[in-house]
């Protein structure tokens, strides 16, 4: 009676259970007699349980396969994006490792190059053993270390002075008019050089450009080895070489470098450095130094003995062309330029011909702050501070100091453009004042513009002449 009220109560409640509840409790009841066992489980059976339990979760995963679907495309799409990416990496790493290995022209320039730190190869088929190296990193160089120890001065007398500059061979003519304008006469003597420190680059030996000079009128130094004058005891130009043949490129002068070069053969405390297309007046050396037969003390002297930092500025003008074509007319230039060496003449061409002016008005930059209003009422060798400099491009001829503590011209710079600028930022980040010089002042020659300039104007422009082609602007 026991058993068939429970069959029926497990009917009612599952059917599906009914024969394992029957086996069961007839299994159970063979075990115990005939007396019913107390079951664990309720009303269902553990399989009907699990059964559910299974088709719920098939049913649960098929529901949430359908929704997971398109975030499985977005997953698959970026796995497919990824591979891609670390594909295209790798082939970008051994196409630049085979482009290394091969020299790749350069367009425009004639000149073989290598990606990297591989060197650069001849200008033309004539020209194979030019080679330059490209370099990862430049280091700016804040001391001159081929220059003297720094010394502290004991008096202005003891200040002298070098005038410095650098100049390709087809401009090498305008030393002459250097030499002529930067001599000084003693009595009863005839006229003798100013020292000067020249650097040459050119093709010619240190012999033939030394017989070119003396022919122009230069007194020049003869033996490399008169390096010991510490003042105008030995005066006279000094010499310096730099082979063409063997640096840089048609649009490569290597400009910086040649003046360290001749910055290295000054033996004087102080230097004057000029560009040579910008021709001294008469007297300049006397007007910053004073008459050597009378050894006054100049405003000059006493300013730079004041402090070793002092920079002073000589103001610059330029001629303007005289010849409208674009031809090298020295016929027509030099007759203005011979007429503007003296203050007198200088006031003349400005007032009355119009043909001379401050240097590069159209670039106020570079040499306006200058203050030329100033200048011009200003006495011959006084000396005026330039409170402000106003612009970083700031880059006027200046005499200053010369031992280690000044930066030199950074090597790196070649060619036309920002050479000269960097040093004069260079001795503004060292603390350097500016002050300016009545009386003195220097002229722009209107030469044609340099192969570096055409280049710097039009760097697409492929130039293979070569008839200019180491001159800076």
């Given at each position: 009676?026991?058993?068939?009220?429970?069959?029926?109560?497990?009917?009612?409640?599952?059917?599906?259970?009914?024969?394992?509840?029957?086996?069961?409790?007839a299994n159970a009841n063979a075990d115990t007699n005939g007396t019913p066992k107390e079951h664990s489980f309720g009303s269902q059976s553990p399989f009907?349980?699990?059964?559910?339990?299974?088709?719920?979760?098939?049913?649960?995963?098929?529901?949430?396969?359908?929704?997971?679907?398109?975030?499985?495309?977005?997953?698959?799409?970026?796995?497919?994006?990824?591979?891609?990416?670390?594909?295209?990496?790798?082939?970008?790493?051994?196409?630049?490792?085979?482009?290394?290995?091969?020299?790749?022209?350069?367009?425009?320039?004639?000149?073989?190059?290598?990606?990297?730190?591989?060197?650069?190869?001849?200008?033309?088929?004539?020209?194979?053993?030019?080679?330059?190296?490209?370099?990862?990193?430049?280091?700016?160089?804040?001391?001159?270390?081929?220059?003297?120890?720094?010394?502290?001065?004991?008096?202005?007398?003891?200040?002298?002075?070098?005038?410095?500059?650098?100049?390709?061979?087809?401009?090498?003519?305008?030393?002459?008019?250097?030499?002529?304008?930067?001599?000084?006469?003693?009595?009863?003597?005839?006229?003798?050089?100013?020292?000067?420190?020249?650097?040459?680059?050119?093709?010619?030996?240190?012999?033939?450009?030394?017989?070119?000079?003396?022919?122009?009128?230069?007194?020049?130094?003869?033996?490399?080895?008169?390096?010991?004058?510490?003042?105008?005891?030995?005066?006279?130009?000094?010499?310096?070489?730099?082979?063409?043949?063997?640096?840089?490129?048609?649009?490569?002068?290597?400009?910086?470098?040649?003046?360290?070069?001749?910055?290295?053969?000054?033996?004087?405390?102080?230097?004057?450095?000029?560009?040579?297309?910008?021709?001294?007046?008469?007297?300049?050396?006397?007007?910053?130094?004073?008459?050597?037969?009378?050894?006054?003390?100049?405003?000059?002297?006493?300013?730079?003995?004041?402090?070793?930092?002092?920079?002073?500025?000589?103001?610059?003008?330029?001629?303007?062309?005289?010849?409208?074509?674009?031809?090298?007319?020295?016929?027509?230039?030099?007759?203005?330029?011979?007429?503007?060496?003296?203050?007198?003449?200088?006031?003349?061409?400005?007032?009355?011909?119009?043909?001379?002016?401050?240097f590069d008005p159209t670039n106020l930059g570079g040499h306006g702050s200058t203050n030329y209003k100033a200048w011009f009422s200003q006495p011959p060798?006084?000396?005026?501070?330039?409170?402000?400099?106003?612009?970083?491009?700031?880059?006027?001829?200046?005499?200053?100091?010369?031992?280690?503590?000044?930066?030199?011209?950074?090597?790196?710079?070649?060619?036309?453009?920002?050479?000269?600028?960097?040093?004069?930022?260079?001795?503004?980040?060292?603390?350097?004042?500016?002050?300016?010089?009545?009386?003195?002042?220097?002229?722009?020659?209107?030469?044609?513009?340099?192969?570096?300039?055409?280049?710097?104007?039009?760097?697409?422009?492929?130039?293979?002449?070569?008839?200019?082609?180491?001159?800076?602007?």
């Open positions: 009676m026991y058993q068939r009220k429970y069959i029926d109560e497990q009917t009612v409640n599952g059917r599906n259970s009914l024969s394992l509840t029957t086996t069961s409790n009907s349980t699990s059964e559910r339990t299974r088709k719920r979760r098939i049913l649960t995963l098929a529901n949430n396969t359908k929704t997971s679907r398109p975030q499985l495309l977005v997953l698959c799409l970026g796995i497919a994006i990824g591979i891609w990416g670390l594909v295209g990496t790798w082939m970008v790493v051994e196409i630049r490792k085979e482009i290394q290995k091969q020299p790749m022209k350069i367009r425009g320039t004639g000149m073989t190059s290598v990606i990297g730190t591989m060197p650069l190869e001849g200008l033309d088929e004539n020209n194979k053993n030019k080679t330059d190296k490209r370099k990862t990193k430049t280091i700016f160089q804040r001391v001159s270390e081929e220059a003297p120890e720094c010394y502290e001065l004991e008096s202005p007398d003891e200040i002298t002075l070098t005038l410095v500059t650098q100049v390709s061979h087809d401009r090498l003519w305008m030393m002459r008019h250097h030499c002529d304008r930067y001599k000084f006469l003693e009595k009863g003597q005839q006229q003798q050089q100013h020292r000067m420190s020249i650097a040459v680059y050119s093709n010619a030996t240190r012999e033939e450009i030394l017989e070119e000079l003396k022919e122009m009128g230069c007194g020049v130094i003869i033996s490399e080895s008169d390096d010991t004058a510490d003042s105008n005891d030995k005066a006279g130009v000094e010499i310096s070489v730099l082979d063409a043949r063997t640096h840089g490129a048609w649009n490569d002068y290597p400009v910086n470098e040649l003046r360290n070069l001749a910055l290295s053969r000054v033996w004087t405390t102080h230097i004057l450095y000029l560009d040579v297309d910008f021709w001294p007046c008469d007297f300049l050396y006397e007007t910053l130094m004073g008459c050597q037969e009378e050894d006054t003390l100049t405003p000059v002297r006493e300013a730079l003995f004041a402090d070793p930092k002092q920079a002073l500025v000589i103001p610059a003008f330029q001629l303007w062309r005289r010849c409208s074509e674009w031809i090298d007319c020295r016929e027509e230039n030099i007759p203005n330029m011979e007429t503007a060496r003296t203050l007198k003449g200088l006031a003349y061409e400005i007032q009355n011909h119009k043909g001379i002016s401050v060798g006084s000396v005026l501070p330039i409170e402000c400099l106003q612009s970083n491009r700031y880059e006027p001829f200046v005499m200053v100091r010369y031992c280690k503590d000044l930066p030199p011209f950074q090597k790196a710079f070649a060619g036309y453009g920002k050479n000269k600028v960097t040093w004069m930022m260079n001795l503004v980040a060292a603390g350097y004042i500016f002050s300016q010089v009545g009386g003195t002042y220097l002229i722009h020659y209107p030469h044609l513009d340099s192969s570096s300039r055409q280049h710097w104007n039009n760097p697409s422009v492929d130039n293979n002449n070569n008839n200019n082609k180491h001159a800076t602007d």
